[in-house]
């Protein structure tokens, strides 16, 4: 089994500073992909970032990266530059077999940008 | 825009009532999902549709019926459903079924109350 933990119910961060959202998982596959996806009030989830388990290098997209420690279980990610757009669910997700077939998601993480 | 349409947004059933929600997508894509979102809770896998073939079934009760008629449609059919189905609906799209990335293409969602 698969598990995905996100200890922080909610964030908030002041607009144009970067902010980091937790993300730790537990599983027995040596195959996996670490997944970011945001919510925002529409309900559509939207895609962020990806980071394969055996990806040596940490996955960057434009403002978004994930800082993988694959020791440590975590796969935080990191938003530069906040923007009032930002606030959002965020939630972290993981895949067997490095795929998006069976994703389990986290909790989720509330993120407010102040103005 | 997202390019997985999803109708009706909005459905309020009764419990002996027959609805269906439809998922449209014209991206090529040859996978499709539905996922259950509860309040305040992470999305949960409900089916996966591979090549127009059931291919994961999460144990969902059989009063959910998901029909996928083509490679770009798929339908949840509902039946003698409970309040506590009550829930967004998500459908989600990708180009293959293991693709490696997270390129998980979601609808905005059909928003179902039952009563």
């Known amino acids: 089994a698969q598990k995905i933990t996100q200890t922080q119910p909610g964030m908030f961060v002041q607009e144009k500073e970067a902010v980091t959202l937790d993300c730790t998982y537990d599983?027995?596959?040596?195959?996996?992909?670490l997944f970011w996806y945001k919510q925002p009030s529409s309900g559509e989830m939207i895609f962020l970032i990806y980071q394969g388990s055996y990806d040596e290098q940490n996955a960057t997209e434009g403002r978004y990266s994930l800082n993988f420690q694959k020791a440590r279980k975590s796969a935080n990610l990191v938003i530069s530059a906040s923007q009032l757009g930002d606030s959002a669910m965020y939630f972290c997700a993981i895949g067997r077999g490095g795929s998006a077939r069976q994703l389990t998601f986290g909790s989720g993480t509330q993120l407010t940008v102040l103005p | 825009d997202t390019e997985v349409t999803q109708t009706p947004k909005h459905l309020v059933m009764g419990m002996t009532n027959k609805k269906s929600l439809k998922c449209e997508q014209h991206m090529g894509h040859r996978a499709m999902y539905w996922y259950k979102q509860k309040a305040k809770k992470p999305p949960e896998l409900m089916f996966v549709?591979?090549?127009?073939?059931?291919?994961i079934n999460e144990s969902v009760p059989s009063r959910f019926s998901p029909e996928c008629p083509n490679s770009s449609l798929l339908n949840l059919h509902l039946h003698a459903l409970q309040p506590e189905d009550s829930a967004l609906y998500l459908c989600?799209?990708?180009?293959?079924?293991?693709?490696?990335?997270?390129?998980?293409?979601f609808g905005e969602g059909s928003r179902l109350t039952v009563l």
């Open positions: 549709y591979s090549y127009e073939k059931l291919s």
């Open positions: 989600a799209s990708s180009q293959d079924f293991a693709g490696p990335t997270g390129e998980l293409f």
């Open positions: 599983t027995s596959d040596q195959s996996y992909g």
